[in-house]
C-alpha cells in the first residue's frame, strides 16, 4: 500500500510540474536606453541620461520609475516619477492600463505599443494620447534587460 501511494504521489508531482504555462517575453526588469517622440513633424529625443527609468513586467501588471542620479541633491535637477497598472498582450500589441501615476490626470489612461524584442532588446512604439492635457503623439522607447 505505501509504495502504491508513494507512486501516486510521484505521478501527481511530475504531472504538475510540466503543466504548460505559455512564456510571457516581456516578463522581467527592463531598462530604457532610448527614447523619441514625435509631436505633428517634429522627431526628437526625450532620453535623459541623467536619470536612470526601470519598468517592471509581471504576468499581469507592468510599472515604471524614473529618478535623477544625484540622488535629489541638485533640487533644480531632481527627478522621481513613477506609475503602473494592468495590461494585455495580443501578438505584439502591448497595453496598459495606467491606473497609478504620480501625475493624476494620467491615471485610466489607456496606451497601446507594438512591441518586438530582438536578444536583450524591447522596443515599444505607440501612441501616447491624453485629450485632458492636449497630449497627442508617438513615442518609441527602447529598453534593454536586467540582469
Same mark, same amino acid.
Given at each position: 500500500?505505501?509504495k502504491a501511494?508513494?507512486?501516486?504521489?510521484?505521478?501527481?508531482?511530475?504531472?504538475?510540474?510540466?503543466?504548460?504555462?505559455?512564456?510571457?517575453?516581456?516578463?522581467?526588469?527592463?531598462?530604457?536606453?532610448?527614447?523619441?517622440?514625435?509631436?505633428?513633424?517634429?522627431?526628437?529625443?526625450?532620453?535623459?541620461?541623467?536619470?536612470?527609468?526601470?519598468?517592471?513586467?509581471?504576468?499581469?501588471?507592468?510599472?515604471?520609475?524614473?529618478?535623477d542620479l544625484?540622488?535629489?541633491?541638485?533640487?533644480?535637477?531632481?527627478?522621481?516619477?513613477?506609475?503602473?497598472?494592468?495590461?494585455?498582450?495580443?501578438d505584439s500589441?502591448?497595453?496598459? @492600463?495606467?491606473?497609478?501615476?504620480?501625475?493624476?490626470?494620467?491615471?485610466?489612461? *489607456?496606451?497601446?505599443?507594438?512591441?518586438?524584442? *530582438?536578444?536583450?532588446?524591447?522596443?515599444?512604439?505607440?501612441?501616447?494620447?491624453?485629450?485632458?492635457?492636449?497630449? @497627442?503623439?508617438?513615442?518609441?522607447?527602447?529598453?534593454?534587460?536586467?540582469?
Open positions: 500500500m505505501k501511494v508513494s507512486i501516486l504521489f510521484l505521478i501527481i508531482t511530475i504531472t504538475s510540474c510540466n503543466s504548460e504555462k505559455k512564456e510571457n517575453p516581456l516578463e522581467g526588469t527592463w531598462r530604457l536606453i532610448s527614447a523619441e517622440t514625435t509631436e505633428k513633424d517634429s522627431t526628437f529625443s526625450t532620453f535623459n541620461p541623467k536619470t536612470k527609468m526601470i519598468k517592471i513586467i509581471n504576468d499581469t501588471h507592468f510599472a515604471f520609475f524614473n529618478h544625484n540622488n535629489g541633491k541638485d533640487s533644480t535637477a531632481a527627478v522621481f516619477f513613477g506609475g503602473g497598472g494592468k495590461y494585455t498582450l495580443k500589441v502591448y497595453t496598459e @492600463n495606467l491606473e497609478y501615476f504620480n501625475n493624476r490626470q494620467w491615471e485610466n489612461g *489607456k496606451f497601446e505599443f507594438v512591441v518586438k524584442i *530582438k536578444n536583450d532588446t524591447l522596443t515599444q512604439k505607440g501612441i501616447e494620447k491624453v485629450e485632458k492635457l492636449g497630449i @497627442n503623439r508617438i513615442i518609441t522607447e527602447k529598453y534593454v534587460r536586467e540582469k
